[in-house]
């Protein structure tokens, strides 16, 4: 479900009925009125795809054995409160939806529920699972639910895959590394009708200033951590996309490379025509010694917090209702503790280390939970690495 007509009026109501614009679909039902039970069940079999559920329209049968909607509006006082009682107790797992109200007059209306789809779907209510045909909502079978578990599975997988391809893409050769690199992905998972970022193809400009929003999306403490936004300013134009770089990521190719290149300075975030985001980091570890490194999970944080932000931008401004896979990957970690801890480590208590190499994490988010719990996005990515290291109070105090 890219994207979906929406009444917001009254007007809107009777207009969708006359047009055929509300007729019952995969993604629309309606009902004149409707018992808990029945709403739970409605919600949750949208929670695969997305819809929307309207209470207020009639389905009225003619004479001649034909049906036909009517409006019928329904007390309205009340109902956000129900609706939403519904879909966090009468749902497993809890189901986030938004009501909307569309007055009538006399305290009737409309009551219009949009149903995002989840990254945790299918859910329960009364113990069974539930999904849609071409018009209806059904319990699912035992097949039906293991198919829908496998698809999760396979959408982890994607994420997966984009963070191979992420890491095998890395330009610096691997032999003339001093650094860990980081990489961060996020891709659509549903087809989009459109190029979600053909705009800033041909505008330099938008491409900057989008790149340039997510500069303090981040604690303070970490917003001027480098390599920072603001210090890519230089547009390259690629097979799949657009990136925007800074002077270290394009001297990588250069012979010889420029005096001031530094390889944990290196920033590439690029664009795809897909709507995915890709972003290089030359500093997922920091020299603490000639010998000893320190992982930089502040700015993995950082990051991974941006492109929450960027990705729930897309989303927004190309109408973008349905699921992304987000990843995060850090390589070249093994032993090291966090830069944090070099800092702040009590004496008598030796800093945590990584003990693997590679840290990954990918993830399957809703449009609707980058927009409205973004930190919980951004914990999902980075809480098991945060944890390892021991410095979840220093980047995400709310869960600490």
Request: overall charge negative; glycine content about 8%; charged content about 20%.
């Amino acid at each position: 479900m890219a994207t979906m007509w929406q009444p917001t009026s009254e007007s809107d109501i009777a207009e969708g009925i006359r047009s055929g614009a509300i007729s019952e679909s995969h993604y629309l039902e309606v009902k004149e009125q409707a018992r808990n039970e029945q709403i739970a069940q409605t919600l949750a079999s949208f929670a695969i795809d997305g819809g929307l559920f309207i209470i207020g329209i009639a389905e009225v049968k003619e004479g001649d054995g034909s049906k036909r909607l009517v409006a019928k509006p329904v007390t309205i006082e009340g109902m956000i409160e129900r609706i939403d009682g519904i879909s966090r107790n009468a749902i497993e797992p809890p189901l986030p939806v938004t009501t909307q109200l569309i007055p009538a007059g006399h305290g009737l209306g409309f009551v219009v529920v949009s149903v995002q789809p989840s990254p945790v779907a299918p859910h329960m209510t009364g113990n069974k699972y539930y999904g849609r045909g071409d018009a209806s909502k059904h319990a699912l079978s035992d097949a039906e639910v293991l198919r829908h578990h496998q698809r999760r599975q396979e959408q982890t997988d994607v994420g997966m895959k984009l963070l191979d391809e992420a890491e095998s893409n890395d330009y610096m050769p691997v032999a003339e590394r001093e650094h860990g690199h980081i990489y961060l992905i996020s891709e659509p998972l549903m087809p989009t009708n459109e190029l979600l970022v053909e705009q800033f193809m041909n505008d330099d400009q938008a491409l900057i200033e989008f790149v340039l929003s997510g500069q303090n999306r981040c604690k303070a403490n970490l917003a001027s951590f480098a390599p920072s936004p603001q210090d890519a300013t230089r547009i390259k134009h690629r097979d799949l996309g657009v990136s925007i770089v800074n002077g270290d990521a394009e001297g990588v190719g250069q012979v010889p490379r420029p005096t001031y290149f530094s390889e944990r300075s290196i920033l590439d975030i690029e664009l795809l025509e897909s709507g995915g985001i890709r972003i290089l980091i030359g500093r997922g570890t920091e020299k603490w010694t000639p010998e000893e490194s320190m992982i930089c999970d502040g700015l993995a944080v950082a990051y991974a917090q941006r492109l929450a932000h960027w990705t729930s931008m897309l989303s927004e401004r190309y109408a973008y209702r349905s699921l992304w896979t987000l990843g995060l990957r850090m390589n070249g970690l093994k032993g090291w503790p966090s830069h944090m801890m070099k800092d702040n480590s009590p004496s008598f208590e030796p800093p945590r280390t990584m003990h693997s190499d590679v840290y990954s994490r990918a993830i399957t988010v809703s449009a609707s939970a980058l927009a409205s719990t973004p930190d919980d996005v951004v914990e999902s990515l980075v809480g098991r690495l945060l944890k390892i290291l021991g410095t979840t109070h220093h980047h995400l105090p709310k869960t600490s």
